[in-house]
Structure formats: structure tokens, C-alpha cells
């Protein structure tokens, strides 16, 4: 399985967000590390391109979100992407968007 990995610095902090890429052809795995900012969503669906047809999201890693990687989220799992490992914070504000959107 081939692994790549992609970074995000800022002015020399440390880094603020990482994507951790594995693919064998059929599936492609993100793991999501760190702070995801509705600005990195470009990012991500880039690095989900030119793979496997099974997508799978793991965000065990990640720390922070704001409402537009939420709405993002939910966008991917509509679209059939997995999402796994995600922090409760997550699931629970994913589901209040959902109730909002009906």
C-alpha cells in the first residue's frame, strides 16, 4: 500500500494540520491530524482524487473543526465516503446540522 504524506505550516509554528495518505487501488485512506479549517477542504478532496474508489476519512487525530469542515463532513457522507474514528464533538454537532437541514 502506498503512503504519502501532506503538511500545512504556519509562519514556522508547529504544525497545525497534516494528511497521512494510503492507497492499494481500490481503497484510499485519509487520516486526518490536527486542526481542519474550512479552507483546507480543497486540500483534502484533492488528496482523495486519483485513487481508490472507496474512500475512507479517519479523523482519530483530529483536534479542532469549524461549521464548514461539519457541513463537509456530512457532504462526504452523503456522497458514500466512510468516516471513521471521529471525536464525539464531531458526530454530535454533524447530527445537530443534520436536524437543522430538515
Not at 497534516?18 to 478532496?45: H, N
Not at 479517519?58 to 461539519?70: I, R, W
Not at 465516503?81 to 454533524?94: G, R, T
Request: proline fraction near 2%; glycine fraction near 8%.
Amino acid at each position: 500500500m502506498g503512503a504519502t504524506s501532506h503538511g500545512l505550516r504556519t509562519g514556522g509554528m508547529q504544525e497545525m494540520f497534516r494528511i497521512e495518505k494510503d492507497c492499494d487501488g481500490s481503497v484510499t485512506r485519509l487520516r486526518l491530524i490536527g486542526r481542519i479549517e474550512s479552507d483546507l477542504i480543497a486540500s483534502i478532496r484533492s488528496a482523495m482524487s486519483n485513487c481508490g474508489a472507496h474512500k475512507i476519512l479517519d479523523l482519530s487525530e483530529v483536534t479542532l473543526v469549524d461549521l464548514g469542515v461539519v457541513r463537509f463532513l456530512i457532504r462526504c457522507e452523503d456522497e458514500g465516503i466512510e468516516l471513521v474514528k471521529y471525536p464525539p464533538y464531531v458526530s454530535e454537532w454533524m447530527l445537530r446540522e443534520r436536524e437543522e437541514e430538515e
